[in-house]
């Protein structure tokens, strides 16, 4: 009997032995499992900004060369009596293609001196003409004078062309390879930070292509979503947290502002076309009608995220107030919100890096146009970072992806800089 | 007067008012004798009073004035018109007086109207600026009297302070409506331009019809596709690649957040949570340019070295990356659900010997299983409404098909490219992207409406 | 109690900024239109901005159709003052712009545009005939007996045993394009004249009923074609009109794919799809030699050359329309036309030939240069 009750037991305890270790195999591999859902989504992380950094990062830099420019009247076709407009008006391309031609008179056929010309950025006639209007004593000389390359030719110096394709399968031509050859060899070119791209507005050519039409339209939109979503947003967070009575038509409000945050955004691109466009003709492309539909989609995170703040207020202060004989209206505004507000502010930001990425509604609007000048107002054709981005990713032209990934580059820049700022704001609050 | 001008002399009216409210009381109270502790209500709340007088009376009389303006000139100078042409079509008449405004403005093309219309215009313009000379007076009268008034007003038993929060408390209501408001807003004008649409293309074709091949004529003597609207091939679509996404989000996402809340440190959850949480801050068309760029032709060269035909513009592809962007969605709600879940009944698996497995796996997750489902519907109704992935990344042709690697479209895809470029309203083809909007507002709305309720219901039973 | 004071001045700027919208005034030259235009509106453009006092036009890119729809709208300024265009504009669309006010309108010609028939320079390049791309892609085609019948033809091989046995995915734009309208005309016209019963029907008078209803009972078409078509021209319809309703009609079977109106999206999607044909502009082919190659068309390869002498098949003017009554009132409409009419842009060596666009000769430039400067008066009868 002892015996026995001995064996089974000692058959259970051999059943349970390996049944733990089954089942601590089990939880093993069920942490294994967390552990590369985790590890998962970090190489999905690192994969996307390593894509974007590595295609971005040359778009930084830019190619010069150096040429020695002849400024010769009669290829600017301006005569010594020229006035100040005359030679604003003059051929700048001229003169840098006769100068080409002098450096490289092996160009000889239509074809190679259209190649011979395309190593140059079309840009550089405006820079030269700037030159030439600060310093009109330029005129009949000879200068060395660094101009920016073309941006297929600057991919070639940034050994993006390999020369082992086939000449028909790459843009850049075997002669023109040559002579960018022979000007690495003499030191005539030169690579620089690329200032362009941040002092100018977009272009068809990428190395004239710049963001700051872009930014400054990013900035009047949110300057508009700002100005409509957060006193109207805190408003109503304080109204709904301090003032409002329950009955429907609170929890109407309240059900309501829950189901806007979750409406797509596109929803409200076909709002802003139909109601602000169309019925009230506000202008096409402008960041005013950008900034009004930014504002609603941001509306509910910001009353959502106030009232949380305004909650988060301890009732002690509304006793305190109320109790020397403050009114309600004077105890929220002189007691409650400031408290509150860095808790406010947050989600105000983070409202803002949401509008800051919007792409989707403003394409309902009108703002995928091509503009090039820098708007000077809210009713001015603009377009934004994350529009630009959408418009040059959608280019042909192999030098915009890489200005498209350098604007990504950027558009993140100013959203890891909110969220800082969102995330420094909330540190102080809660030593308070 | 311009509007703009009429707004600033407003500010300095209201400004001006406040002051003469505030002096006059301090006057009001000396007089009396007993200083500022007569008053019922600080200096300033007479001042407030007496600015709010002056603003909003006027700024109502603005805003009705400019709104009504133009109806009330169209009427009353078609009233003026020769009966024949009062006779003529609403929309001839518009004409009409569209080219009669163009005249009263300077000129219209070089065109000469007849002498009717001419007199007319001239009529239009005297009235129109009559009009506006009216409404500025008008305007600022108000205000000056609205804050004369106030000012008049100011005694020391006047309740300026509740007078005041009064005000201050409507404004207040006022800012929480707009939420309700901007809904109204996107149903009447997403659920008119549909009805349009509807009076062409009957409900159950657009419902049931198995062809999408909206590109129709925009002319008459144009030959194009017939212009079908069968909208099943653009839901199969949507919800083949949301399927995708929900598929790599789902187990990533709440695999992390069973990891993180039951397993990691409280520094490795600091750490990891926020990083994992960079992703649901990148801007969307971000996660466009990678789908289309790097995602697609990699998940195509895949395909091809093992033999499989897949699209330029797979399924696989826009869903991959949607789904990367929903993980941290889908992390935090779980996140919050199984904390939500009270540490009772952990303890309880736990003491009984089950393993931190076993009693995530057999008593946590049932436990949570609602609220977590919850959490997939809100972010299936985020998949759903995604923008611009698709549109960079998924293809443009409907075709109804349930295979991820074959290219399909999806109904925000067809909202952009039906709007973006050609708008006119009155083809079907552009109302044909409203009637995709309420679609998708209707169903986005009816997935967070179940998915709040579950998530609520799913708190009550834990409080 | 400051902070509600700044409040107030913020609520109040807000509102005045919104109100002064209506106010004011549009300073840029607004275009729309064809997206085979806009790759050279947008150069001269800025060029144009860069090198004047004026302001930068906006261009956005919206079709031909969509663009002259705009354009015909009425005046003002949220209105376009200029339209490009990759046709000629249509009577009915002259006739809506008369209508609504819009009566002086400027027609430039500007160039000449091929239409590449084209795919990714990793597949063998094409060799076809206007009368295969007719029958790889109308809606319908004669089968064996002579009836039209809903297209059968699933891959090129199908078509014509000489071609490839891939799958037939052609990708070209939608109605409101210039392209499309163009392609039509043109290609699938062409080729549809290649089946001898439907050229005969092309040639049919108005007059000549029974012979038009017989030709179509022939082809199997249903007569109520033909009553549709009465009631909607409100007079007989011409046999050149039937013709047009059963060649222009594209299938709609997913083998044409309609891809929006942007060129550039079409090039990247048949670098990534080597079986996949797109039909876009000569000038998009030009840019693109490294990434897809042009399909040899009727025994013609498109060059710059065998579009300007005429040889290829597929090819088309371009054109922009500039609304006279805002030249003047919108400053730098008239500027930004001569720009894009001088020499330097459109002459041989100017900057838009070197980016596909094909040059007027030398009479048609001098005469469109002239008409810019004197803003002569479209009359289309």
Same mark, same amino acid.
């Given at each position: ?101 002098? +450096? ?103 190395? +004239? ?25 805190? +408003? ?172 990504? +580059? ?23 | ?5 009429? /707004? ?51 700024? /109502? ?25 009062? #006779? ?25 109207? #007849? ?78 331009? @549909?009805?349009?649409? /509807? ?31 069968? /909208? ?85 592809? @826009? ?15 779980? #996140? ?128 | ?66 663009? &002259? ?92 045993? *000489? ?7 052609? *990708? ?28 005969? &029907? ?67 999607? *048949? ?46 003017? *371009? ?63």
């Amino acid at each position: 009997m002892n015996n026995m009750s001995k064996q089974s037991h000692y058959k259970t305890t051999t059943a349970i032995q390996a049944s733990l270790k089954k089942r601590y195999a089990t939880e093993r591999r069920f942490q294994w499992y967390g552990r590369l859902a985790v590890l998962t989504g970090f190489i999905f992380l690192f994969i996307l900004l390593a894509d974007i950094v590595s295609k971005g990062t040359p778009a930084f830099t830019q190619h010069f060369i150096k040429v020695d420019v002849i400024f010769d009247r009669e290829k600017l076709g301006i005569d010594s009596s020229a006035t100040p407009t005359e030679i604003a008006h003059a051929d700048y391309s001229a003169a840098i293609k006769s100068s080409l031609r002098t +450096m490289f008179p092996d160009a000889s056929t239509r074809g190679e001196k259209k190649s011979l010309y395309r190593l140059i950025s079309v840009g550089a006639q405006y820079s030269l003409r700037d030159m030439v209007i600060d310093n009109p004593a330029l005129i009949g000389t000879t200068r060395e004078i660094w101009l920016p390359a073309h941006s297929e030719a600057g991919s070639y110096l940034k050994n993006q062309v390999s020369k082992d394709l086939p000449e028909s399968e790459r843009k850049i031509k075997d002669i023109q390879i040559k002579w960018l050859d022979t000007l690495v060899e003499e030191g005539r070119t030169e690579s620089r930070f690329n200032r362009t791209f941040f002092t100018s507005g977009d272009s068809r050519e990428p190395e +004239m292509a710049g963001i700051k039409a872009a930014l400054y339209g990013s900035f009047y939109t949110l300057l508009v979503t700002f100005l409509l979503a957060f006193p109207i947003g805190v +408003m109503a967070a304080v109204y709904l947290e301090e003032f409002a009575p329950r009955n429907r038509l609170t929890d109407l409000i309240e059900i309501n502002i829950n189901n806007l945050a979750a409406v797509p955004s596109i929803v409200f691109g076909l709002l802003g076309l139909a109601v602000f466009i169309n019925f009230f003709e506000l202008p096409r492309s402008a960041p005013l009608v950008g900034g009004i539909v930014l504002a609603l989609i941001t509306l509910p995170t910001i009353i959502i995220t106030s009232r949380a703040a305004i909650g988060a207020v301890s009732p002690s202060i509304h006793q305190a107030a109320m109790g020397v004989g403050a009114s309600k209206l004077q105890t929220v505004v002189h007691h409650v919100l400031p408290v509150a507000m860095p808790g406010i502010l947050t989600g105000s930001i983070i409202g803002m890096a949401q509008a800051l990425g919007e792409t989707a509604p403003l394409l309902m609007i009108g703002m995928v146009a091509f503009i090039m000048d820098v708007p000077g107002g809210v009713t001015d054709p603009s377009t934004v970072l994350p529009v630009q981005i959408f418009l040059w990713a959608d280019s042909p032209e192999r030098g915009f992806t890489e200005k498209t990934s350098a604007a990504i +580059m950027v558009l993140m820049g100013f959203l890891v800089l909110m969220n800082a700022l969102a995330v420094f704001l909330r540190k102080r609050f809660e030593l308070k | 007067m311009q509007t703009t001008t009429i /707004f600033l002399t407003l500010l300095a009216l209201c400004v001006l008012s406040f002051f003469m409210g505030r002096n006059r009381s301090r006057v009001v109270a000396m007089r009396l004798g007993g200083g500022l502790a007569s008053l019922h209500s600080l200096p300033q709340h007479y001042g407030y009073m007496a600015a709010m007088w002056a603003a909003i009376p006027a700024l /109502f009389l603005l805003v009705l004035w400019s709104g009504f303006e133009s109806t009330i000139l169209y009427k009353l100078v078609v009233a003026q018109l020769p009966q024949s042409i009062q #006779d003529m079509p609403t929309s001839e008449l518009g004409l009409y007086y569209n080219q009669l405004q163009g005249f009263a403005q300077g000129g219209f093309g070089g065109t000469e109207g #007849d002498p009717a219309q001419v007199a007319a215009s001239e009529h239009y313009r005297v009235l129109a600026s009559s009009s506006s000379q009216l409404k500025a007076a008008m305007v600022l009268i108000v205000a000056v009297l609205g804050g004369l008034l106030a000012v008049r007003r100011v005694t020391p038993l006047l309740r300026a302070r509740n007078h005041v929060e009064k005000i201050f408390e409507w404004i207040l209501f006022g800012s929480s409506l707009v939420a309700v408001l901007t809904t109204l807003g996107i149903i009447l004008s997403i659920l008119f331009e @549909a009805i349009r649409f /509807f009076k062409v293309i009957p409900l159950q074709d657009f419902l049931f019809g198995l062809q999408w091949s909206p590109q129709m004529a925009i002319r008459a003597d144009q030959v194009a596709a017939s212009g079908s609207f069968g /909208f099943l091939p653009l839901l199969v679509g949507t919800l083949l690649i949301s399927t995708v996404a929900l598929l790599i989000a789902v187990p990533v996402g709440l695999m992390s957040a069973i990891y993180l809340s039951e397993y990691a440190s409280r520094r490795f959850r600091a750490v990891t949570k926020p990083v994992l949480e960079i992703l649901a801050g990148v801007p969307t068309v971000v996660y466009g340019f990678f789908a289309a760029l790097t995602v697609a032709p990699f998940i195509r060269e895949l395909g091809e070295s093992v033999g499989l035909s897949v699209a330029s513009e797979s399924a696989m592809a @826009a869903g991959l990356v949607m789904g990367i962007m929903i993980i941290p969605f889908v992390m935090s709600l779980s #996140d919050d659900i199984i904390n939500a879940v009270p540490d009772s009944l952990r303890e309880a698996s736990l003491g009984m010997g089950a393993t931190m497995s076993e009693t995530i796996r057999k008593v946590v997750m049932p436990a949570a299983l609602p609220g977590i489902v919850g959490g997939i519907l809100l972010a299936a109704s985020r998949a759903i409404g995604e923008t611009m992935i698709v549109v960079m990344a998924a293809g443009l042709s409907a075709k109804l098909t349930i295979n991820p690697l074959e290219a399909v479209t999806t109904i925000t895809v067809q909202i952009v490219s039906l709007l973006v470029g050609d708008q006119e309203f009155d083809n079907p083809k552009t109302l044909a992207a409203f009637a995709l909007g309420l679609v998708l507002f209707f169903v986005t709305l009816l997935l967070n409406v179940v998915a709040l309720y579950v998530v609520r219901k799913y708190r009550e039973q834990y409080e | 109690m400051k902070n509600c004071l700044i409040g107030a001045v913020v609520a109040f700027a807000t509102f005045g900024s919104i109100h002064s919208v209506q106010a004011a005034s549009r300073d840029s030259v607004s275009i729309v239109g064809s997206s085979t235009v806009y790759p050279f509106a947008t150069v001269v453009a800025e060029r144009f901005g860069r090198s004047t006092d004026f302001k930068t036009p906006t261009i956005e890119s919206t079709g031909t159709g969509g663009g &002259l729809k705009l354009f015909c709208s009425g005046l003002g300024t949220n209105t376009p003052d200029i339209t490009n265009a990759s046709r000629r504009i249509k009577m009915s669309e002259y006739d809506n712009c008369q209508t609504n006010g819009v009566t002086d309108i400027v027609e430039v010609l500007v160039g000449y545009d091929g239409i590449a028939i084209a795919s990714s320079t990793e597949s063998a390049q094409l060799e076809i005939s206007l009368n295969d791309v007719y029958l790889a892609l109308a809606k319908d085609v004669p089968d064996a007996d002579g009836k039209l019948v809903a297209n059968p033809n699933i891959t090129w091989k199908d078509v014509n045993p *000489l071609l490839p046995p891939t799958k037939i995915e052609v *990708l070209g734009p939608p109605p409101t394009s210039g392209t499309r309208d163009a392609f039509v005309e043109l290609a699938m016209a062409g080729g549809a004249k290649g089946v001898p019963d439907l050229k005969e &029907l092309s040639g049919l008078g108005a007059d000549q009923v029974d012979e038009i209803k017989a030709m179509m009972v022939k082809l199997g078409v249903p007569l109520g074609v033909y009553e549709a078509l009465a009631e909607r021209k409100g007079k007989a319809p011409k046999g050149k009109d039937v013709f047009t309703t059963l060649a222009y009609a594209i299938r709609e079977d997913g083998a044409f794919i309609e891809a929006g109106e942007n060129d550039n999206l079409i090039v990247q999607k *048949l670098q990534a799809n080597p079986d996949a044909v797109g039909i876009f502009g000569f000038s998009f082919l030009d840019e693109n030699r490294d990434k897809v190659q042009g399909a040899i068309v009727d025994g013609v390869v498109p060059t710059f050359d065998s579009i300007a002498g005429g040889e290829y098949p597929v090819s088309r003017p *371009l054109y922009f329309y500039i609304k006279g009554a805002h030249v003047g009132k919108i400053p730098g409409i008239q500027e930004y036309a001569i720009e894009f009419t001088s020499l330097k842009a459109m002459g041989e060596d100017g900057y838009l030939p070197e980016r596909g666009l094909i040059p007027l000769s030398g009479a048609e430039f001098i005469q469109i240069q002239d008409d810019v400067k004197t803003l002569k008066r479209l009359e289309l009868q």
